[in-house]
């Protein structure tokens, strides 16, 4: 009596990616098709391991990382820009939007493993300009939701266990109040459309050193020529003799002269 030895193939990797097709009855466009989405399940695999591990770092992270000069927010925003700016630089240049908003959705998943960011916005005229701006600058990760007054987001921000984001390009002078009613709180980023100048902020209890390199918000009297140094000035809004500005002017820290309330890069 014989006997035969029965060895069962395994199943290439065309067949992994369209099982249901038989391989000799595949022509070169699909077999080709079917070697470039193998190629991507491969790098898919590759980014889970990499995300997952980011991950795990980011919890450590979250347990180490606190404020030297009391209690603030854990948002580094300094830290964010310079992360961000080097990979943008080391991206292909038409892949910089793609990176950036994948960046950020990486990032805030991060944070969520540190205690989910919760994020107020208010904004009268424009709420969901100013909502969308939230949601791509914070990310998928984060719990953003409307409120019905500039005084409830800041006071909110205040306790320091989120931040908030409000609208300027309307008649609330909420900006007037920053450094008088909330002088813990400071301007870490601005939001507006194509590049724009901001049409709404985000504010929270940021460490001052962590505020990202830039151009400063500053609220003064007057209008928005400028200080007499050679800054460049922009002017954002204006209520009743006070001007809420950006420039160019360096070493400007909150509550400085000038009326400093922050920076947005």
Same mark, same amino acid.
């Given at each position: 009596m014989s006997?035969?030895?029965? /060895?069962? =193939?395994?199943?290439?990797h065309i067949q992994q990616v369209w099982p249901e097709m038989n391989p000799a009855?595949?022509?070169?466009e699909q077999t080709a098709l079917a070697e470039l989405r193998r190629e991507i399940d491969l790098i898919d695999d590759q980014l889970l391991e990499l995300f997952e591990r980011r991950l795990a770092i980011a919890a450590t992270v979250g347990k180490a990382k606190d404020a030297p000069h009391g209690p603030h927010t854990k948002l580094r925003p300094d830290r964010e820009q310079t992360v961000l700016g080097r990979m943008t630089s080391q991206c292909e240049p038409q892949n910089a939007e793609a990176v950036s908003g994948l960046w950020r959705e990486i990032v805030?998943?991060?944070?969520?493993r540190q205690g989910q960011l919760q994020v107020q916005v208010w904004s009268p005229n424009e709420p /969901?300009? =100013?909502?969308?701006?939230?949601?791509?600058?914070?990310g998928m990760a984060a719990d953003i939701r409307m409120v019905r007054t500039a005084q409830e987001a800041l006071a909110f921000a205040a306790e320091g266990k989120g931040v908030a984001v409000l609208a300027i390009n309307n008649d609330d002078d909420w900006w007037t109040g920053l450094r008088r009613d909330w002088s813990g709180l400071s301007v870490f980023d601005g939001f507006g459309t194509g590049g724009g100048q901001p049409t709404a902020l985000a504010v929270g209890k940021?460490?001052?050193p962590a505020l990202p390199k830039g151009r400063r918000v500053v609220v003064s009297a007057g209008g928005d020529a400028g200080d007499g140094g050679g800054a460049r000035r922009w002017g954002l809004s204006t209520h009743h003799g006070w001007t809420l500005a950006l420039t160019d002017a360096e070493h400007l820290s909150p509550g400085d002269a000038e009326g400093c309330v922050g920076a947005i890069g």
């Amino acid at each position: 009596m014989s006997s035969s030895n029965t /060895t069962t =193939a395994k199943p290439s990797h065309i067949q992994q990616v369209w099982p249901e097709m038989n391989p000799a009855e595949m022509t070169p466009e699909q077999t080709a098709l079917a070697e470039l989405r193998r190629e991507i399940d491969l790098i898919d695999d590759q980014l889970l391991e990499l995300f997952e591990r980011r991950l795990a770092i980011a919890a450590t992270v979250g347990k180490a990382k606190d404020a030297p000069h009391g209690p603030h927010t854990k948002l580094r925003p300094d830290r964010e820009q310079t992360v961000l700016g080097r990979m943008t630089s080391q991206c292909e240049p038409q892949n910089a939007e793609a990176v950036s908003g994948l960046w950020r959705e990486i990032v805030g998943w991060g944070l969520a493993r540190q205690g989910q960011l919760q994020v107020q916005v208010w904004s009268p005229n424009e709420p /969901t300009r =100013a909502f969308d701006g939230a949601r791509q600058r914070f990310g998928m990760a984060a719990d953003i939701r409307m409120v019905r007054t500039a005084q409830e987001a800041l006071a909110f921000a205040a306790e320091g266990k989120g931040v908030a984001v409000l609208a300027i390009n309307n008649d609330d002078d909420w900006w007037t109040g920053l450094r008088r009613d909330w002088s813990g709180l400071s301007v870490f980023d601005g939001f507006g459309t194509g590049g724009g100048q901001p049409t709404a902020l985000a504010v929270g209890k940021i460490d001052p050193p962590a505020l990202p390199k830039g151009r400063r918000v500053v609220v003064s009297a007057g209008g928005d020529a400028g200080d007499g140094g050679g800054a460049r000035r922009w002017g954002l809004s204006t209520h009743h003799g006070w001007t809420l500005a950006l420039t160019d002017a360096e070493h400007l820290s909150p509550g400085d002269a000038e009326g400093c309330v922050g920076a947005i890069g």
